[in-house]
């Protein structure tokens, strides 16, 4: 089985500062995140995947059978936001290395603020820090639930923020975005009028809401959001909702969203390190395949890989 991972980190405490990682007050209900609050390095991710590459193999008949990383996409750590073109630097040295035979990450999805003023010379410099640039992140989190906020602002309701997001055309970037579900329909709103642009939903529009109402708003988020044909969805961070998930548990989490935008406009990622609090590498990839195993075989490479290869340019 071939496949590619669009939504991984790496952190270098040494040579980095992640404010984030330094709060004495982590309440997300990850249960113990001590582990997290050290490097977790290129070499570690390698170590993670050939659990997987080494295991198992597909348990799709008509697939190749043994796993195998095709590439993958760094998506910014929350680095210190005074000079997050360090973070891209830093992963441009990394995959240019001749000791990373595979060139990871393939792709860069960097960090900047579109409501600062010095937007477009971060933008400017993130271009030049590395041609494996492939987009921005800004988490827009916002919640009735002030625990839940992570998002000092709700940018989506800010006309100038909204503005400033068509500044990616200069680049032919895309925007990942980090939101729950009460934030579906502003964003939604906000690729229709951005339609040049692509606009990926990190972590399957965070289902974080198990409870019949919750459940409502996020299926109805998925549909408003899958009619924008600009709109793709991310299959990733279950663990980050349900610390103590099962293949069963999963399943409306995965099949659902599919359902909704169709494999062309679905990815499967793993969100390592943070989801490596609740499973290893493999078992995360081998339950999305356990779950898709009645898809079709153009589906299924689609999901693993051949989505993420189109959106990411890879």
Not at 24 to 49: I, N
Not at 91 to 120: E, K, M, Q
Not at 167 to 172: I, K, S
Not at 208 to 223: P, Q, S, T
């Amino acid at each position: 089985m071939d496949f590619i991972d669009p939504h991984h980190h790496l952190w270098d405490l040494d040579r980095h500062h992640y404010p984030w990682l330094a709060e004495a007050d982590h309440d997300r209900g990850w249960g113990d995140w001590s582990a997290l609050r050290r490097s977790y390095t290129l070499a570690e991710l390698m170590q993670d995947v050939a659990g997987l590459e080494g295991g198992p193999p597909s348990g799709r008949a008509g697939l190749s059978g043994a796993w195998r990383m095709l590439g993958s996409v760094h998506v910014q750590a929350n680095i210190d936001p005074s000079d997050p073109v360090a973070e891209t630097r830093w992963l441009d040295a990394l995959a240019s290395d001749p000791v990373n035979a595979r060139g990871l990450p393939s792709g860069i999805v960097a960090w900047a603020d579109f409501s600062a003023p010095s937007l477009d010379a971060l933008l400017d410099a993130h271009a030049q820090a590395s041609s494996r640039m492939r987009g921005i992140r800004q988490v827009l989190n916002r919640h009735p639930n002030p625990r839940l906020n992570r998002a000092v602002h709700d940018f989506l309701a800010d006309a100038g923020w909204r503005d400033r997001i068509g500044a990616l055309r200069r680049y032919g970037w895309s925007f990942d975005a980090q939101i729950y579900w009460h934030q579906m329909d502003s964003l939604a709103a906000l690729a229709a009028r951005h339609d040049s642009i692509t606009f990926i939903v990190d972590h399957a529009g965070m289902p974080v809401e198990r409870d019949r109402d919750g459940l409502a708003g996020w299926r109805k988020g998925l549909r408003t959001l899958a009619a924008c044909p600009n709109v793709v969805i991310k299959l990733s961070g279950y663990g980050m909702a349900d610390i103590g998930w099962t293949v069963d548990r999963l399943k409306p989490y995965v099949i659902e969203p599919i359902e909704c935008f169709g494999a062309e406009r679905a990815m499967f990622a793993s969100n390592f390190p943070v989801d490596r609090l609740m499973s290893d590498y493999a078992r995360l990839w081998q339950s999305y395949d356990a779950l898709t195993r009645g898809a079709s075989n153009a589906e299924r490479t689609a999901l693993f890989c051949g989505t993420a290869r189109r959106v990411y340019r890879l």
